[in-house]
């Protein structure tokens, strides 16, 4: 199964926003943020949207798959 | 307002204890005809426990009151899955036992509470087991 290789953490570090407030932010727990940024969670459409759309990015910039 | 909403995590350990203690009682009256007093008042109080449990679990994901995300369905989903084919198991064994060993197993209303309970504890533990597992990740991860 190809790994979820995401660039969420680095971004979130440079907007200096914590997890608490990003989950806040596409109403998730902060659990859910954490294995997010380790690539051990494939999101839905939806949630992938929702958090490129906060960062100003497209999903494909966001999350990618190692292949 | 968002950490006011009860945790999902917290619901299902309340769950699991309720369950596995309810659990434990109905098989010790039903292998070993446990019948004392002590017995009953536990007995008792899971019942009502587990209506209590149950009834708030299912009021309160409803309406919104417990905090729930994605993942969260997602493992709820899995642990439904492991307890729905833990239930076909316990009926083909049941069956199996009956029918091809010509047993005569009396239907008791404590068996049936042991076998909800039980599938009730493999639905609330499981899923504590998966978000468990993440967090394990999540802390080597960070090492």
């Known amino acids: 199964m190809p790994k979820l290789i995401t660039n969420l953490r680095q971004l979130r570090l440079e907007r200096g926003m914590s997890q608490e407030e990003l989950a806040d932010l596409v109403d998730i727990r902060r659990e859910t943020i954490l294995r997010l940024e380790k690539g051990m969670y494939n999101p839905s459409l939806k949630l992938a949207m929702d958090v490129a759309k906060v960062f100003g990015v497209a999903v494909e910039e966001l999350f990618r798959f190692d292949e | ?143």
């Not at chain 2, 945790?7 to 292998?31: D, E, H, P, Q």
């Open chain 2, 1 to 143: 307002m968002e950490s006011k909403r009860l945790s999902l995590n917290r619901l299902k350990l309340v769950s699991l204890i309720v369950a596995s203690t309810g659990s434990v009682v109905s098989f010790a009256y039903c292998l070993f005809f446990v019948d004392s007093l002590a017995w009953q008042i536990v007995y008792i109080v899971c019942l009502f426990a587990w209506v209590f449990a149950s009834i708030f679990s299912l009021v309160s994901t409803t309406r919104g009151r417990v905090r729930s995300d994605e993942m969260s369905r997602h493992n709820e989903e899995e642990a439904s899955s492991v307890a729905y084919r833990a239930a076909q198991t316990v009926l083909m064994i049941a069956v199996v036992l009956i029918v091809g060993f010509g047993m005569d197993i009396a239907i008791s209303a404590p068996l049936l509470f042991g076998i909800s309970f039980l599938l009730y504890a493999v639905q609330s533990g499981f899923y504590l087991f998966l978000e468990k597992e993440g967090i394990k990740a999540d802390a080597k991860a960070d090492h």
